[in-house]
């Protein structure tokens, strides 16, 4: 039994560096999923071109990735030397190391009370990563930015109806 347990206790980091995700494969991931989504918004504005209504001449999405979170990414990328000291860590999950290189990359932004593995678990999702903007073509007016005040209260309902019937047409034709 001793002899067992020695092997066993032998093999079980070997396995478990094996079975570990590095943080390269999840930045890999988080791209690849944000490229989708982007290729996914710009199928929805192929149809939102041409919707017209009122003064309306086109709804457009725009869709970028946060200069925070895309310096997250690219560190992750590269698995920086001086970086590896938190996912090496025992007592840090994958995830409060992921907070914790993220608050190192960033040290202008205030988290507030938040946990780091409440940061890092926001971090593992992609939609935190992307910014999402809405303008309007108002024909001579050209593309404005659709906020508040900008459109008028038919113009900002149609707007958002629009781009409601464009994503309940993408998910029909989805399924």
Do not use: C
Not at 12 to 21: D, F, Y
């Amino acid at each position: 039994m001793e002899i067992e347990l020695a092997r066993l206790t032998e093999e079980l980091p070997a396995r478990e560096q094996k079975l570990a995700i590095s943080a390269k494969s999840v930045a890999n991931i988080i791209r690849k999923t944000i490229h989708r989504e982007q290729n996914r918004i710009r199928l929805l504005n192929q149809g939102l071109q041409s919707v017209a209504f009122g003064q309306v001449k086109g709804v457009r999405l725009n869709v970028n990735i946060r200069q925070s979170h895309e310096s997250l990414l690219d560190v992750l990328s590269e698995e920086h030397e001086h970086h590896q000291d938190l996912f090496k860590n025992k007592s840090l999950t994958f995830s409060e190391a992921m907070a914790k290189l993220y608050q190192r990359l960033n040290p202008q932004l205030d988290i507030g009370q938040r946990l780091p593995q409440t940061i890092g678990e926001e971090l593992l999702d992609y939609r935190n990563y992307l910014e999402l903007d809405v303008e309007v073509n108002r024909g001579s007016d050209g593309l404005l930015k659709a906020e508040s005040g900008a459109l008028s209260t038919g113009e900002a309902i149609g707007t958002g109806m629009s781009i409601l019937v464009m994503v309940v047409q993408s998910w029909e034709e989805e399924s």
